[in-house]
């Protein structure tokens, strides 16, 4: 009897020790990043809030980035990091991201954010009427001789393509121009054909 009394305590005590063991054993977690993609411009921040299912859960990433700058390896339960897009297309940042809880890490998760190039359109005020002043002084300027003044926007607008013929000829050639002058480099060359990609805009 005091034997079988000794077995059933011991086994009673092999099930408490071992349902204690199951209990007491950390749980991974899951993390949960909101959104879980995003797009933003160049320039701006990220904003990607990090939750898990267990309390108390830690937060690190590492980042892999192509055509962006401004992404880095952190921690924390935010990430906010100012991007830039390096080229004239879209870049991407893929942060994977790892929570840890009771000394458990969780699976990772990854989280790609889009960052769109800012296109800056060219205007006549801004940019196109300071080249040509410049350029075509004295001639095609208020109080010049010639009766095209392309320090006046309409006149530039409607003379533009003419323009962009003279100024592409080669120094010796007639009708080049600015006459006398020297040839426009090939970024002004090109900011001219710009202007009338964005569609002629003044301002």
Not at 66 to 87: F, P, R, Y
Not at 91 to 120: D, R
Not at 140 to 148: A, E, I, K, L, W
Not at 169 to 196: D, H, Q, Y
Request: glycine share 8%; with cysteine; hydrophobic share 40%.
């Amino acid at each position: 009897m005091k034997t079988k009394i000794l077995g059933l305590f011991l086994f009673s005590a092999f099930l408490f020790m071992n349902s204690c063991t199951e209990e007491d054993e950390a749980v991974p977690p899951v993390a949960t990043a909101t959104p879980s993609a995003q797009t933003i411009s160049s320039g701006t921040a990220t904003s990607i809030a990090l939750t898990s299912s267990v309390a108390g859960t830690t937060f690190s990433w590492t980042v892999t980035q192509a055509g962006v700058s401004g992404a880095t390896a952190g921690s924390g339960l935010n990430i906010a990091q100012t991007l830039t897009a390096t080229g004239a297309v879209a870049g991407t940042v893929t942060y994977t991201i790892i929570p840890t809880a009771n000394g458990v890490s969780g699976t990772a998760l990854n989280v790609t954010v889009t960052v769109n190039p800012v296109i800056v359109k060219i205007t006549y005020n801004a940019n196109i009427k300071p080249l040509l002043v410049n350029s075509c002084t004295p001639c095609h300027v208020t109080g010049g001789s010639n009766p095209n003044k392309f320090d006046i926007y309409a006149t530039a607008k409607s003379k533009i393509n003419v323009i962009i013929d003279r100024v592409e000829r080669e120094t010796t050639a007639a009708g080049f121009m600015p006459k006398g002058g020297s040839k426009l480099s090939a970024a002004n060359i090109a900011l001219l054909k710009k202007w009338v990609d964005d569609g002629l805009l003044e301002n």
